[in-house]
């Protein structure tokens, strides 16, 4: 029943956040609108028992990239409304054809074929199994899935490099 | 004595490629002469390899020189017999003398060797035509031939007209031999070979009559081009470009008389065709007729000549046509006889008064030159038919078997008669108009009799259309006895037996010459005004004649220049605008499809979000409905 | 030996290749020099190959198992005479490339690259080996047209490349599926030759192959309508181009015709008689009609080209003994005689620096030799008994006639217009006065050019008069063409009208 | 009582959706990529809920892999609009079309 | 308490020395700042050793197989294999990389002080692609793409002088990452479908399971392809590549590509063929579809370009449609031969762009190599050979790696994607040929006298690879045949 109840509000929240951030004009309401949506996504995992996730979704997204993103709109300009007039011919119409083709063929899955989310659903629910503490996350993060793991650290070396290199070039100038 | 053979062919061959590499270095008439004793020497080879036959029974022989084309059992071979041998000794004998001729005729000219080796190629090339074993071998000949008139006739390239009328001379015959060839093919369909011996030996067994009738068709159409028949007849006139001596050797001994030599050989073929004999004997008839009046206007000496012959020629295609082959090779040997002499007088005149040849501008030629006016005169009675020359007794035979062949054929010979009569007419007019009469030339011409190496060629040759005809009189028919192996697959056309009716057609076509002589004398002995009126009286007929019934102007209009007007439409508009037009018309399309296509890569990131997002519903949509 | 006669020119075209650039001078005749070796070893295997049906001199290496594609060589006598002619005429184009003097390094290079290619081509007995070099050959081409050639030359070089190009993109497809098709029917996959002819196909899938080779071939000939690359080519290229174009590139159609179509297709090529004799029959009129009216002499040679060419598919087509022998041997005359006619326009432009025919007149007067070998080559070409054209065309006519007697007669008509259009080109470049004066002043044939001719010339006349060499050659592998027909297929060929062969035989003896 | 998956599922691809189709509608690149965010969250959700319907803890590890990715590419992201920005002063992307065709 | 997870060092030795050694440039050059050969020394030692290591690890891979246990080949608990599938990929890989620096190297020096971040970025980049090749965990295989992808991200923008970089690199960076989205969607998306992220575990349900209502599993799969199909440039995806070609710095852009499509195909025929090969009926008009419509597209659109780098990107384009023809076919080997072969040419094919335009070249309008052959023949042939290899025409390796392709496509039952490749790759004849046109026949314009650098060893190498493999394929198409996945 909870489960219930908390998936309705944050779903409608999420969603919420989400079209904000699609139709805001000014890029902090946008901000604050994902922001939204990451607050109702991490709840709903925690609805389902993902609870590490959920609290890195709010530590490192919420905390971390949000403010990033701030910042950087900060920088860029607050005051930069983007005017919602469409300047490229037909964008809208052919982004509107697009969405239209995919919730017909949404309503015609729905009505012709029974269609399956999770074909490989089990029929029985063990809750124990999905329990996303700290422990059950860490086990397998550090034995299967351990060189995964390790190729993230490429990747941050990645995005420090290529930060530094991009951002570098003022003195590359003077 | 046939192992020989081939030297017939070799010796004028050689002396021409010799003349060819070597000529330059000869000094004068040298090259001439060794060009004359080459074809002597294989008229001498062909009289010794002849001799058998003259016993008579001898039936041919075919030597193998080497293999040509054995897959349509066409090889280099030669066959040998009588009639070849026949036609051999006319073309090397009045060759020959036509070689010597030339010697005094061309002297001075500054590519001398150059022609003479022509001549002996020229030789060289009917003997080939004449001697060949297989159809193949004398399509060879020929072509040769054809070959040979084009070098000829256009020998004199610089000015415009020769070059000209060679190439008319070379593909009218092309179109001659485009119906030959078709024959051959159905000859080679019909019997899996063109050699004479698989032909000729199975045609009565093997041939459906309409076969017959088509391939007989067809090498007339080959022969008529050869031969200048209607309606291919219209390069010989132009063939007077030619030096004279080439003239000559064309009409009298070579050239046009492959024609009736093809359709006499083959014999055993229109044997089983009466009806494309009819047809050659009536196109043989026409022509002479046709020709003939054309003759009766000319101005140019060479031109009456020239259309004399086709005549005359339609007189043999007559002959053979009425299966009457020996009269016919009979009337070819006796009119390369006086042909020729008459070619060579004319040469002479018209060497003698400096290149002139409008007989109006002459007269009174028989004080300057004596010898030539006398041979010529010869000629002129021979091919008039009086009797006892050579002219009389030919010409006589044809008449005679076209008479008694009968039915259509008694329509042809009136006609053969009433040409006769032309014929005699338009040669006594020349003759008069040249050596008669008042001298009409101009100052510069200062006439003179041609030196002796001319001269002498003239006197033999006219000693011959004397006495050539009686090799063959009702009385003597020796030269069909000769004839006889080559014709012994075919039943011949004889005159009817009897005095009385020999007296009646002789008397017939002897009264034909002598009228029209008559008239020829009397009218042109005349001052010049008179018989102009005489001539005016006829117009506009006069006119028509003089220009040939306009045939060239006809051919030009109705074929020439429609065929150009397609070949240009094919090439500049089909060939350029329709088919090459389409095909970089493809390239452009597919050029343009890309420049259709680039305005998709707008630029805008979000365009291409979107180009993307479509695809991938689509892939999507795809892949869900198909697995569906 | 047949791979050294491929690997010398390449060979060939290295050390040319390795002479320093500045030493211009030597590498025209370095590369003549070394192009006579493989015709020395091309007279060589002409001298010791036996009259008989089956492959000589096979050399196979495989060259990658799994795909069973192999260096497979052989000559029989449809590709001997080819492989013999190219062998000749390209140290005498070389030869006649004095003209040439810009990049002439790069030149020879290509040219020998391009002997090199056309002769694997008519020895390849692996399809994906003929292939690879039916493709290579257009690279070299492409350049001595593209660099060499007139003011169009890009135009008309790209079009070369591309047109042909495409042809053989289907003629790769279809070569796919043939092996495909033979890896199903026999379990191991090969592209010899000699293993797909046993493949047998379903009628539908024959046909389509047959077309795409069909088309390939066809545009390489040119056969109608796909023609109009060719005319354009050979304007443009230079004269040592427009030689081994018209007189070894293009036999590759024809060559590839006879050797694939006709064995590999035996029942298509049956159904396909009646449209490519049409093609064919088409291309003779056509293209002499064509020619006659062209204002360039080079086109008009080409157009020529067109019109001969399709004597050579017709009698391909005929199935018959003559048909094939004329179509073989025409392959080689063709060859000789045009390629010796585009010497002669070449050595008239480097003189005149023109090709148009209104430009010339009266040449006989100031170079007599030239307007010779013209004439010679002209009545070659217009097929006069006794020189080597005849041989070919009639015997392609003659022998048609018994299965395709309609077309014959139409194609007969091209001899007519042969001797129009080139007694008529004749007459306006050589005979008359010379009235322009820059004609008046041409330097007539230098013994080197002379020299270059006069063996093309001996040739034409050795193979118009005495053929036998020749024809003993080819005969038993154009046989062994039609029997492979007749047995795989209900075609029987005509006997044309015979009582006993004895009778035949009997002529000769 | 449980809520069924298939809620989450559609949730999230509505989400996703959104997102996309955002992406394709602002011209701010900041927003742009917000929206990528979006999708990759929609992303996330799919996963845990998958998971959980299937009795599988790797659905939750993979989400770790996906942040981080996302971590990552924002801060590539964000250093290449900033570099763009100091350039141009501006954030729209429709002003960077000059390479097209 | 967590167990030790397994760990196998040779598995991942050439990845990890990618890594120590981007980490070395980038420490080496805080500490030092060396002159650039140091860094060259560097980046040369860990390349050679990584190859080395590689091919240490073919050989095991090699082994492996022959002794048919799979056991070895697959490590960290199936993350990654050591298939020879994946070592071919990788040495591939490392090749272009080898060769890409050298091309790129006149660029990397004029980067300065941040060339070495840009050479630890192209190492980290080929080290992410190499783990992605050797992917047997779809997030894994995530990972190694966003791992290369990024780094070419930042890559595409380096040349901090030219807006068109800018663009390159924001374009590239967009829609890569809404690519990325999409294809992670996907993988989310099967993951729910089969309960799997392995590939082989993937292989193994579909085989053993029938799913009754697999539609969630096509969409994944959908959003697979076009995630893929972004990163090998095929039509519908392919519209980033031209722009990033043009815009990103001339050096690199043979890098970039080349290592994309390499990482990229190989993904597509691991995760098609391999994992959900059961499928195939379902995938295979798609991809055929897909392969058909670049081969066509980028052939048609190449044909009009007035820039040799968008001509080559949209050439590119119909490469992808002609490896698609291998996907179709199914053929392992095939599509190695033809990513081998093509992305040497590529990396030559730019490394001649880079020295005729300059390493960080404003434009290359096709109009600058007029007369190229006269400036300077030797760069002018190997172009020729190179773009002749890429058109595929026969004594080129690419003419050998079309007919694979082709052949298994034809084979695979797919004779009219057959017949559409034959037709793309006659208009790919007509475009490649302009160019050569306007090298050798047209005139020169300027005769500045062109100095090679570096890249003269990346087109020998280019070049003689092409005609080498075009003469004798043996010896590399043994080694693609044998480089099976498992």
């Not at chain 1, 969405?99 to 949404?106: D, N, P, R, S």
């Not at chain 2, 280099?76 to 090397?92: N, Y």
């Not at chain 2, 000496?301 to 090779?329: C, D, P």
């Not at chain 3, 070659?380 to 014959?408: D, K, M, Q, R």
Request: charged share 10%; hydrophobic share 60%.
């Amino acid at each position: 029943m909870v489960e219930a109840i908390l998936f309705v509000v944050m779903g409608i929240s999420a969603l919420a956040g989400a079209v904000t951030v699609v139709v805001a004009r000014n890029p902090i309401y946008s901000a604050m609108g994902l922001l939204g949506t990451l607050f109702s996504v991490a709840v709903l995992y925690v609805v389902q028992l993902a609870h590490l996730v959920a609290a890195v979704q709010v530590i490192v997204y919420a905390g971390a990239v949000m403010t990033l993103f701030l910042f950087v709109i900060m920088m860029v300009g607050v005051d930069k409304e983007e005017s919602r007039k469409e300047e490229l011919p037909l964008q809208r119409v052919m982004v509107g054809a697009l969405a239209g083709v995919v919730i017909v063929a949404a309503g015609v899955i729905t009505v012709v074929g029974d269609f399956d989310w999770v074909p490989a659903a089990a029929t029985t629910i063990i809750e124990d199994s999905t329990n996303g503490t700290v422990q059950a996350i860490a086990e397998p993060l550090f034995t299967d899935w351990v060189l995964a793991f390790e190729a993230t650290a490429l990747l941050l070396t990645i995005a420090a490099a290529g930060a530094i290199v991009l951002a570098q070039f003022k003195r590359q100038r003077s | 004595m046939t192992e020989f053979l081939w030297l017939v062919i070799a010796l004028p061959l050689g002396g021409a490629l010799l003349l060819h590499f070597f000529g330059r270095y000869l000094k004068g008439p040298l090259s001439g002469w060794l060009a004359s004793a080459a074809v002597a020497a294989s008229f001498v080879i062909g009289v010794v390899a002849a001799l058998p036959f003259f016993q008579g029974g001898e039936h041919g022989v075919t030597v193998l020189l080497w293999e040509w084309m054995p897959a349509i059992g066409a090889n280099l071979e030669l066959h040998w017999d009588p009639l070849a041998a026949l036609m051999t000794l006319v073309v090397t004998g009045v060759g020959s003398l036509i070689h010597i001729f030339a010697i005094g005729y061309m002297h001075g000219d500054d590519r001398f060797p150059r022609f003479f080796t022509y001549l002996n190629l020229f030789a060289a090339s009917m003997l080939t035509l004449v001697l060949a074993g297989n159809y193949a071998m004398l399509f060879l000949g020929w072509e040769l031939v054809g070959l040979c008139s084009y070098l000829l006739i256009g020998f004199w390239f610089t000015k415009p007209a020769p070059p000209a009328a060679a190439k008319k001379a070379f593909i009218v015959n092309r179109i001659g031999d485009f119906g030959f060839m078709i024959g051959l093919m159905l000859v080679f369909t019909a019997f899996g070979t063109l050699s004479y011996a698989g032909v000729f030996e199975r045609a009565g067994q093997q041939l459906t009559s309409g076969t017959a009738t088509a391939i007989g068709l067809l090498i007339l159409v080959g022969a008529a081009g050869k031969s200048a028949q209607i309606p291919l007849y219209v390069w010989l006139p132009d063939a007077m470009e030619g030096p004279t001596p080439v003239s000559a050797l064309i009409h009298a001994a070579t050239m046009v008389t492959a024609g009736v030599y093809v359709i006499a050989r083959s014999a055993a073929i229109y044997e089983l065709t009466p009806l494309a004999s009819t047809v050659v004997a009536t196109v043989g008839a026409l022509t002479a007729l046709w020709a003939a009046s054309i003759a009766i206007a000319q101005r140019d000496i060479k031109r009456v000549l020239a259309y004399s012959t086709i005549s005359q020629l339609g007189y043999m295609f007559l002959a053979v046509g009425a299966t009457a082959y020996v009269a016919g090779i009979f009337h070819l040997m006796t009119h390369a006889f006086f042909k020729a002499l008459l070619f060579l007088g004319a040469g002479s005149v018209i060497h003698a008064m400096g290149d002139e040849q409008d007989m109006h501008k002459m007269g009174g030629l028989r004080r300057k030159m004596p010898i030539t006016a006398a041979t010529m005169g010869v000629a002129t009675l021979a091919i008039a038919g009086l009797p006892p020359l050579a002219g009389f007794w030919s010409k006589d035979e044809i008449l005679a078997s076209s008479f008694a062949r009968g039915g259509w054929f008694s329509f042809l010979w009136i006609i053969g008669l009433i040409t006769a009569l032309l014929t005699a007419f338009y040669m006594s007019r020349q003759w008069v108009l040249v050596f008669l009469g008042e001298p009409r030339w101009e100052e510069s011409a200062h006439p003179h009799e041609s030196p002796r190496v001319m001269t002498i060629p003239l006197i033999v040759l006219a000693i011959l259309s004397v006495v050539g005809g009686l090799v063959n009189t009702p009385f003597r028919t020796s030269l069909e006895h000769f004839l006889e192996p080559s014709f012994e697959l075919v039943s011949l056309q004889h005159p009817d037996e009897g005095w009385l009716m020999f007296a009646l057609l002789a008397g017939l076509s002897v009264l034909a010459g002598l009228v029209g002589v008559g008239v020829g004398l009397l009218t042109y002995r005349r001052p010049l005004e008179r018989w102009r009126g005489f001539e005016e009286t006829f117009e506009p007929l006069w006119g028509i004649w003089e220009e040939a019934y306009r045939v060239d102007d006809m051919y030009g209009r109705v074929l020439v220049a429609p065929g150009k007007r397609t070949a240009e439409v094919a090439a500049f508009d089909v060939d350029a605008r329709l088919i090459d037009g389409s095909v970089n018309g493809i390239g452009r399309l597919v050029r343009s499809l890309g420049q259709w296509a680039r305005p998709l890569q707008t630029g805008f990131v979000r365009n291409y979000g979107v180009l993307f997002l479509g695809g991938t519903l689509i892939v999507v949509i795809w892949l869900v409905a198909g697995g569906a | 030996m047949l791979t050294a006669l491929i690997v010398l020119p390449v060979a060939a075209a290295i050390v040319v290749a390795l002479v320093p650039g500045r030493r211009r001078e030597i590498h025209l005749p370095l590369g003549i020099a070394l192009s006579a070796t493989p015709l020395a070893l091309a007279g060589y295997l002409f001298w010791v190959f036996e009259p008989a049906a089956a492959y000589q001199q096979v050399e196979r290496a495989i060259w990658y198992e799994p795909w069973g594609i192999s260096w497979y060589i052989g000559v029989d006598g449809i590709s001997l005479p080819m492989v013999v002619l190219t062998a000749l005429l390209v140290p005498i184009s070389l030869a006649a490339s004095t003209s040439i003097t810009n990049r002439t390094k790069e030149f020879v290079v290509y040219t020998l690259l391009l002997e090199a290619g056309l002769i694997g081509a008519f020895l390849a007995l692996d399809l994906f080996l003929f292939f690879v070099f039916f493709e290579a050959i257009l690279i070299p081409m492409y350049f001595i047209i593209g660099i060499w050639g007139g003011e169009r030359r890009i135009y008309a070089a790209v079009k070369f490349f591309i047109y042909t190009a495409f042809g053989s993109a289907l003629m790769l497809a279809a070569i796919i599926a043939l092996a495909a098709s033979h890896t199903a029917e026999f379990g191991f996959t090969s592209f010899a030759l000699t293993d797909l002819v046993n493949a047998d196909l379903t009628t539908g899938a024959e046909r389509w192959l047959f077309a795409a080779f069909a088309i390939a071939f066809a545009i390489k000939v040119p056969l109608f309508p796909f023609h109009t690359w060719l005319p354009d080519a050979h304007v443009e290229a230079p004269t040592a181009g427009s030689v081994l174009l018209a007189a070894v590139l293009l036999k590759l159609g024809t060559y590839g015709l006879l050797r694939f179509n006709l064995s590999l297709f035996p029942d298509a090529s049956v159904d396909a008689v009646p449209i490519m004799a049409t093609l064919a029959v088409i291309g003779i009129i056509y293209g002499a009609v064509v020619a006659i009216v062209q204002p360039d002499l080079k086109k008009l040679v080409a157009y020529s080209s067109v019109s001969h060419l399709g004597f050579i598919v017709l009698g391909t087509f005929a199935l018959t003994s003559g048909g094939l022998q004329g179509a073989v041997i025409q392959n080689l005359n063709h060859g000789l005689t045009t390629g010796a006619l585009f010497l002669l326009v070449g050595m008239l432009y480097d003189r005149r620096h023109t090709k148009r025919i209104a430009d010339f007149g009266g040449l006989q007067k100031v170079m007599p030799i030239l307007a010779g070998f013209f004439l010679f080559m002209a009545f070659a070409s217009i097929g006069l008994p006794g020189l080597n054209g005849f041989v070919g065309e009639f015997l392609v006519l003659i022998g048609s006639f018994p299965t395709l007697p309609g077309f014959v007669i139409a194609a007969a008509t091209g001899v007519v217009l042969a001797a129009i259009y080139l007694l008529w080109a004749y007459e306006r470049v050589f005979t008359g006065v010379p009235d322009k004066e820059e004609n008046s002043i041409l330097t007539d044939l230098s013994p080197r050019e002379i020299g270059l001719l006069a063996p093309l010339a001996a040739l034409i006349v050795v193979i118009g008069l005495y053929p036998g060499f020749l024809l003993d050659r080819i005969t038993p592998s154009t046989e062994a063409v039609l029997d492979h027909i007749v047995d795989q297929t209900d075609f029987v060929i005509p006997e044309p009208g015979r009582v006993d062969d004895v009778l035949v035989a009997g002529d000769s003896s | 009582m449980i809520v069924p998956v298939d809620w989450y599922m559609a949730l999230a691809a509505a989400l996703f959706l959104i997102g996309a189709l955002g992406m394709l509608l602002r011209r701010n690149a900041l927003v742009m990529f917000m929206c990528i965010e979006l999708m990759l969250n929609a992303v996330n959700l799919t996963l845990i809920s998958a998971g959980r319907a299937m009795n599988d803890i790797n659905g939750q590890v993979a989400v770790f892999f996906i942040l981080v990715v996302a971590a990552a590419e924002v801060v590539v992201g964000l250093a290449i609009i900033v570099a763009i920005f100091r350039r141009r002063t501006s954030a729209s992307v429709d002003e960077l079309s000059e390479l097209k065709g | 308490m967590i167990a030790t997870p397994e760990i196998s060092w040779i598995a991942i030795a050439p990845d990890l020395l990618l890594a120590l050694g981007a980490a070395a440039v980038l420490l080496v050059d805080v500490q030092w700042k060396p002159p650039a050969r140091v860094l060259a020394w560097v980046v040369g030692v860990t390349l050679v050793s990584a190859i080395g290591f590689a091919v240490l690890q073919w050989f095991q891979a090699h082994d492996a197989m022959a002794a048919g246990d799979s056991t070895t080949r697959i490590a960290f608990s199936g993350l990654i294999v050591m298939d020879g599938f994946a070592v071919f990929a990788r040495l591939a890989l490392l090749a272009a990389t080898a060769l890409g620096v050298m091309a790129g190297w006149r660029f990397v020096v004029s980067l300065g002080r941040r060339g070495a971040e840009a050479l630890a970025l192209i190492l980290l980049a080929t080290a992410g692609f190499s783990l992605m090749v050797a992917s047997n965990n779809l997030i894994m295989l995530f990972l190694g793409l966003e791992v290369g992808s990024i780094a070419l991200y930042v890559l595409a923008g380096l040349s901090r002088e030219r807006p068109e970089s800018d663009e390159a690199a924001i374009k590239y960076f967009l829609l890569g990452s809404f690519a990325s989205a999409m294809f992670v969607y996907g993988v989310a998306l099967i993951y729910a479908g089969t309960r799997q992220f392995e590939i082989l575990e993937i292989r193994g349900f579909l085989g053993n399971f029938i799913v009754t209502e697999p539609a969630v599993i096509y969409i994944g799969i959908g959003l697979v392809i076009a995630g893929l199909g972004f990163k090998v440039s095929a039509a519908p995806f392919h519209t980033w590549a031209p722009d990033v070609y043009q815009g990103a710095p001339a050096g690199l852009v043979g890098y970039m590509a080349a290592v994309a499509k390499v990482a990229g195909f190989a993904a597509i025929a691991r995760v098609l063929i391999t994992a959900l090969g059961d499928l195939d009926l379902t995938w295979l008009p798609v991809v055929a579809g897909i392969s058909a419509l670049s081969m066509l597209l980028g052939s048609v659109l190449a044909l009009v370009q007035g820039d040799l780098r968008r001509l080559l990107a949209y050439s590119g384009v119909a490469h992808a449609g002609f490896i698609m023809t291998g996907v179709v076919g199914g053929a392992f080997d095939a599509i190695l031969f033809y990513l081998a072969v093509y992305a040497i040419q590529l990396v030559g094919s730019f490394a001649v762009v880079a020295v005729v335009n300059g390493p960080d070249g404003a434009g290359s309008a096709i109009t600058d190599y007029r007369g190229l052959a006269r400036r300077s023949p030797m760069l002018a042939a190997s172009f020729t050979v190179l773009l002749l290899g890429m058109g595929g025409l026969p004594l080129t390796s690419g003419f050998i790696a079309k007919f694979g392709v082709f052949t298994e496509a034809w084979a695979g039952g797919y004779q009219w994607l057959v017949i559409v490749a034959v037709v793309a790759s006659v208009i790919a004849f007509a475009f490649y040929i302009r160019v050569i046109v306007v090298m050798y026949m047209d005139e020169s314009i300027d005769q500045v006298e062109l100095s090679l650098g570096p890249a003269r060893w990346v087109l020998a190498v280019a070049v003689g690879t092409t005609i080498v493999w075009g003469i004798f394929p043996t010896s590399l198409l043994e080694l693609a045949a044998d480089a099976l996945p498992l």
